[in-house]
């Protein structure tokens, strides 16, 4: 059973930063990639990074050179760190993996982290 706990988010004035956390179980998480979600008030769920088991990432515009998705094998957790964060990233943030069971692939969230930027 594949599990995906966010930690970490919280309530940051414009400018700050914070790291959040996500640790995974039920899969072999050396070999899966592992990505971060947000979802604003009103909107649609939305890409922000990604990081593959070798570490190859890759980020949304609108957050790339503030925010760094990294991760540690060896404590099947994925982090975001983000730099310099707006108002506009206040959102509820999820973390993401998709796993091949049988013939399909599929989708796993975490159950999320608020993140508040307000000053």
């Known amino acids: 059973q594949v599990q995906l706990v966010e930690s970490g988010g919280g309530l940051v004035q414009p400018g700050g930063s914070l790291r959040l956390s996500c640790a995974a179980s039920?899969?072999?998480?050396?070999?899966?990639?592992m990505g971060w979600y947000r979802q604003a008030p009103g909107k649609q769920r939305e890409f922000i990074a990604a990081?593959?088991?070798?570490?190859?990432?890759n980020y949304a515009d609108s957050v790339k050179d503030r925010f760094t998705i990294s991760r540690d094998n060896a404590k099947n957790t994925v982090y975001l760190q983000m730099n310099s964060l707006k108002p506009e990233d206040t959102a509820v943030y999820y973390c993401?993996?998709?796993?091949?069971?049988?013939?399909?692939?599929?989708?796993?969230w975490g159950q999320g982290t608020q993140v508040t930027v307000s000053s």
């Open positions: 993401n993996t998709k796993k091949l069971e049988g013939r399909s692939v599929n989708n796993y």
């Open positions: 039920g899969i072999i998480f050396s070999f899966n990639a």
């Open positions: 990081i593959t088991g070798g570490g190859r990432a």
